[in-house]
């Protein structure tokens, strides 16, 4: 009788132990991204000669390294529990990004297939998630070379986000939050504003993908100090599979400074205005993508280009040029996790820099766990 007894409470706890693993679930992911990059930066403007090669292990080409925990309690009545906590790292030598545990996401929140998605803490703009809809390229050649509001460096801090379910392919994002502790530059580029000197963050998006197509437009406002204007960028793209090749095509504005730049020439070569920032802003950008399947993989080749007024006399000058970025590059998948990558770059007038020109070519190997 006893044993009877002690095999039924262990087939009862199994059977909760089943059912308590089906309304919870905790994910490990991770991406590594590594391969061999060389680089060349050169700015030979006016006398002043300057030239950075490097060459060697690449860490973080097509996809960031990283490791995350994203879970889902089940709430009952299609409402969920969700959080995810991202670390990025590099491959190469094994140390942390930034100088924070979770410097690419961390957030919790409440998900129902009825009322969308509202979660809180660092997560990303809206402009990334609408950046993402078309076919980009790596380093010299993403389209955050050019285009503010849309890179991976618009994490926003102390952030409520919230998504509504998708309507017929339509789903809308809305995003306010503080910036925390990020620094930001000020517009004078002297120093860093303090953070509580610091306005809010707000983020709007809208993105529509069904079939072929995919389109978005998205709205991104930053604000510094009183005495400074806030950095606005609103982006608009779309993208459209015909099966032999994939089009992408993007538009956007800038003002008053590059959300997700720091107002620096994203640091190309060491020194080279390092100091000088993006007061009275004006761009406009422009990306052309093409992309298509080849031999069991993917080809791609885009074109970026931003215009700006930094050459007026009361600017930089005959200093400032427009940029305009190269890339071809090509994805071939060895497995659904794992494939191998190669890709070459072009760029001009970097960071709005007259005569500061890049190249860059690698090949890597790229897993997904």
Do not use: C
Not at 12 to 30: D, M, P, R
Not at 69 to 80: F, I, P, V
Not at 115 to 122: A, I, K, P
Not at 300 to 306: K, T
């Amino acid at each position: 009788m006893k044993k009877t007894l002690l095999a039924a409470a262990l087939l009862a706890g199994f059977a909760t132990a089943g059912v308590a693993q089906a309304e919870t679930s905790v994910t490990l992911y991770g991406i590594l991204d590594t391969g061999y990059g060389y680089q060349n930066y050169k700015y030979d403007h006016n006398g002043a000669d300057q030239t950075a090669k490097t060459s060697g292990l690449r860490s973080g080409t097509v996809n960031g390294n990283r490791f995350g925990l994203k879970g889902s309690e089940d709430l009952g009545n299609g409402l969920r529990a969700i959080f995810q906590l991202e670390q990025g790292f590099d491959l190469g030598n094994g140390q942390p990004s930034g100088d924070r545990q979770f410097h690419r996401q961390a957030f919790a929140g409440l998900s129902s297939d009825s009322w969308g998605t509202f979660t809180m803490g660092r997560q990303y703009s809206a402009g990334v998630e609408v950046g993402n809809l078309i076919s980009n390229g790596w380093n010299l050649g993403d389209v955050d070379k050019v285009f503010g509001g849309v890179g991976y460096g618009n994490r926003i801090d102390n952030s409520f986000k919230y998504v509504t379910p998708d309507f017929a392919g339509f789903k809308a994002i809305a995003l306010y939050g503080s910036e925390g502790n990020d620094t930001i530059t000020r517009n004078d580029g002297q120093a860093t504003v303090p953070a509580n000197e610091r306005t809010s963050r707000t983020s709007l998006g809208l993105t529509y993908a069904n079939g072929p197509i995919s389109a978005g437009a998205s709205y991104d406002r930053s604000g510094q100090t009183a005495n400074d204007d806030a950095i606005t960028s609103w982006n608009l793209n779309a993208a459209y599979d015909f099966e032999v090749v994939k089009l992408s095509l993007a538009y956007g504005q800038d003002r008053h400074g590059k959300l997700g730049w720091g107002g620096k020439a994203n640091g190309y070569i060491d020194g080279l205005r390092n100091a000088t920032s993006y007061k009275d802003l004006k761009s406009n950008n422009y990306h052309v993508g093409l992309s298509a399947p080849l031999a069991g993989g993917k080809l791609y080749a885009g074109w970026n280009y931003s215009t700006t007024n930094l050459d007026d006399a009361d600017k930089w000058g005959d200093e400032a040029g427009n940029i305009s970025t190269y890339q071809i590059n090509y994805f071939y998948p060895l497995s659904k996790r794992t494939g191998v990558y190669t890709y070459a770059s072009y760029g001009k007038n970097l960071g709005y820099v007259k005569d500061l020109k890049g190249t860059e070519a690698g090949i890597g190997l790229n897993h997904k766990f």
